[in-house]
Each structure stands twice: as structure tokens, then as C-alpha cells.
């Protein structure tokens, strides 16, 4: 009588750690859906905003954007945009609308005022476009 007790205690105990695995699968399943994953033009306007902030530090870069030279920003920027994306940089005075001359499905857009450097004051609007191929 002791071995069928004793069996049905240990049956109780394996009932029990099942059942516990069980409740905590679920709700690590619920709890990696509710997780929010970063969205991709969050993504997007993050790497955006980083590329604008290294420009801006960048003394040669900040003089390129006060001479309205966009070839060796658009070397820099394409170097750290992702594949599968392409790009456009627009630099405009402050004032003005700075827009692309065609625009796509789904453009995503950032921008940065470049506003001197030590030896002239000419601020100027740098604008960054990106959309997938």
C-alpha cells in the first residue's frame, strides 16, 4: 500500500511541473508578442538623424553644406545607407521648401540646419530622402 501511495504522489508532482511548464509557456508566448519590435521608419529616421548629426560635426562636411557642394555628402551618406535603399540630399536656405522633384511611394525624410562655421555666417537647411528600390 506504501508503493501505490508513493507512486500517486510522484504522479501528483510530475502533474504539477507540467502543468506549471505549461502556464509559463504561455505567457512568455504572450509576452514576446507584446514586446514592440521597432518599426522600419523608425529605423530609418534614427539612421537618418545619426548621418545628419556626423555631418554636422564634420568640419569639412559643414563647409561643403555652406558651399552648396553635394557631391562628397552624398559619398558620406551613401556609405552608410542600407542596401536596398537610394537617396537624395537637398541643401536650401532656410526659407525655402526643400522637396524632391519626383517623390516615391514611400519617402522617408530628415533634416538638419547647418547654421555657420567660425569664419562666415550663412546658415543652410541639409535634407535627407530615402526610400527603398
Given amino acids: 500500500m506504501k508503493m501505490q501511495g508513493n507512486k500517486k504522489a510522484w504522479l501528483r508532482i510530475v502533474e504539477a ?10 505567457l512568455i508566448v504572450i509576452y ?16 537618418q538623424k545619426t548621418i545628419l548629426d556626423e555631418i ?4 569639412e562636411l559643414r563647409q561643403n553644406v555652406l558651399d552648396n557642394k553635394t557631391e562628397n555628402i552624398e559619398n558620406f551618406v551613401s556609405e552608410r ?3 536596398g535603399f537610394k537617396f537624395s540630399v537637398r541643401i536650401c536656405d532656410l526659407n525655402d521648401i526643400c522637396g524632391l522633384q519626383e517623390y516615391k511611394e514611400e519617402v522617408y525624410s530628415s533634416e538638419r540646419i547647418i547654421s555657420s562655421t567660425l ?11 530615402m526610400w527603398e528600390e
Avoid at 511541473?17 to 504561455?26: D, G, K, M, N, P
Wanted: proline letters at 7%.
Fill in 17 to 26: 511541473f507540467i502543468a506549471i511548464i505549461l502556464i509559463a509557456s504561455v
Fill in 32 to 47: 514576446s508578442r507584446t514586446i514592440e519590435k521597432p518599426s522600419k521608419s523608425e529605423s530609418i529616421y534614427n539612421l
Fill in 56 to 59: 554636422a560635426v564634420d568640419i
Fill in 81 to 83: 545607407i542600407p542596401a
Fill in 119 to 129: 569664419q562666415e555666417y550663412n546658415p543652410k537647411k541639409l535634407k535627407i530622402f
